[in-house]
């Protein structure tokens, strides 16, 4: 039984924790318990404020933390589970050696993308093949519901929070809106009232709130156009908190047109990242019915996902948004470059020391990237730099699932990457990637989630 909990272990360097970390049932199986311990943790009201997060004890104990969180995706999908729960003889693992090798290396929030038309099917699960419920036998499969309540309670074993993100509509459907595909505006309403009912209690204190869209990419900001995002996630994020009041609403950006930034006291153009585009927020905030419930939680890449040409000089661009030719930037030039352009997209508002900023996500390719002066890992390095630097709440890095796929290595060449923080047996972390994450370590109020009791 030590065998079997030891091959379920992700192999990441460090030294095994020992039994005192471990759970042992009653039937001597190890790291695989029936159920979690009940922590007794009450639900605190989490709050965004003066530019941070803070957790509130029913006594008015306050408490500020960071995150460095992780996106694990695979609910959101056909498949209905999280990725990497099968555990067979090749590979696999289970949420408790997940939990282990997350709280191990300091990361202490899990952001789980879901799909709209799953939260109101809430099919039975009982028959799914991706997860190895001998391997996980906490959960609970009867539908899409109580597998999610496992996978937080799971996490909540190790301190670890969860974000749930509204992240596509349909398993087919990403959907550029909280609208269309078959999928109504009260019909997200109704998945919020599910999510809010099923999820907002003691029993699951460590959910931090609800990402209400993500990457809302033909949305509009400010306009009061029936796409007007902004009015979106007051509707939404006012349901959420009708629903659970002591949640957060986290808000991206859209996918702004004709953006431009000062680069070296000239004019540069650039696109948004999906999700990124908060520049108008300056002139109409998101304003909800409760004051510290709002965190901006834009995401920001690398030329992985699409070339950006202000991560180079003397591009030429090319067939399929690949550039024919570019020059590579030194560290001090690429690193204005990342400056300026988060600031334009989202970096002023962390400026006011109002809603708290943090990356709902960011990453790329880091270990694969091909660049001869490795400009996706110096971009995501750079972004981790300005985050530390600059006082964000932190960020969810995309992603845990080896995977997570790429279109662009280098910025001039097309076809499908995929790299993870975890390799292709879901069993080795991908070192590389996760000691780039090592200075996350240093953000100042980053800890365990707050247990209040």
């Not at 460095?68 to 090749?90: C, H, R, S």
């Not at 080795?428 to 980053?446: E, S």
Request: net charge negative; hydrophobic share 35%.
């Amino acid at each position: 039984m030590k065998r079997e909990a030891e091959q379920r272990r992700i192999k990441d360097g460090l030294e095994d924790p020992g039994e005192n970390s471990s759970i042992v049932d009653e039937d001597l199986v190890v790291n695989n318990p029936k159920t979690y311990p009940q922590q007794k943790c009450i639900q605190p009201n989490y709050l965004s404020e003066n530019g941070k997060l803070v957790a509130v004890s029913t006594n008015g104990t306050r408490v500020p933390f960071q995150i460095k969180g992780i996106n694990w995706f695979g609910m959101e999908t056909g498949e209905q589970a999280p990725f990497g729960l099968w555990d067979n003889e090749q590979n696999g693992t289970s949420v408790y050696a997940i939990a282990d090798f997350l709280s191990r290396n300091k990361f202490n929030s899990v952001r789980l993308p879901l799909c709209i038309q799953h939260i109101l099917d809430n099919n039975s699960l009982t028959k799914i093949g991706l997860v190895n419920q001998n391997s996980n036998r906490a959960f609970d499969l009867t539908n899409y519901i109580t597998l999610l309540q496992t996978i937080v309670k799971a996490l909540a074993y190790r301190q670890i929070s969860v974000l749930i993100s509204f992240h596509t509509l349909t398993p087919k459907e990403v959907g550029g809106l909280w609208y269309g595909a078959g999928i109504t505006e009260d019909m997200y309403l109704k998945a919020m009232d599910i999510i809010t009912s099923s999820l907002c209690s003691d029993t699951y204190w460590n959910v931090l709130g609800i990402d209400l869209k993500n990457e809302p990419f033909d949305g509009s900001w400010g306009t009061g156009d029936k796409n007007d995002f902004k009015a979106g996630a007051e509707l939404l994020g006012g349901r959420m908190l009708t629903g659970c009041p002591k949640w957060m609403a986290f808000v991206e950006g859209i996918n702004g047109e004709k953006n431009s930034m000062i680069i070296d006291g000239k004019p540069m153009k650039y696109n948004d990242w999906y999700g990124s585009g908060l520049q108008r927020v300056k002139q109409y905030p998101v304003k909800l019915p409760v004051d510290g419930k709002l965190v901006y939680a834009p995401h920001y890449y690398t030329s992985a996902v699409y070339p950006a040409t202000y991560f180079y000089d003397d591009v030429v661009p090319g067939p399929s948004a690949v550039f024919a030719s570019y020059t590579e930037l030194s560290d001090e030039k690429l690193q204005v470059r990342v400056d300026a352009s988060m600031y334009d997209m989202f970096g002023y508002i962390v400026e006011d020391k109002g809603p708290a900023v943090l990356f709902g996500e960011f990453g790329g390719l880091y270990a694969k990237d091909a660049h001869k002066k490795l400009t996706n890992q110096r971009c995501i390095d750079m972004t981790i730099k300005t985050m530390i630097k600059n006082g964000y709440a932190g960020g969810y890095m995309w992603s845990l699932n080896p995977e997570s796929a790429y279109l662009y290595n280098p910025a001039d060449t097309k076809r499908v990457f995929t790299e993870g923080l975890l390799m292709d047996d879901w069993r080795t972390a991908n070192t590389v990637f996760l000691n780039a994450l090592k200075p996350m370590d240093l953000l100042p109020d980053l800890k365990p989630t707050p247990c209040f009791t």
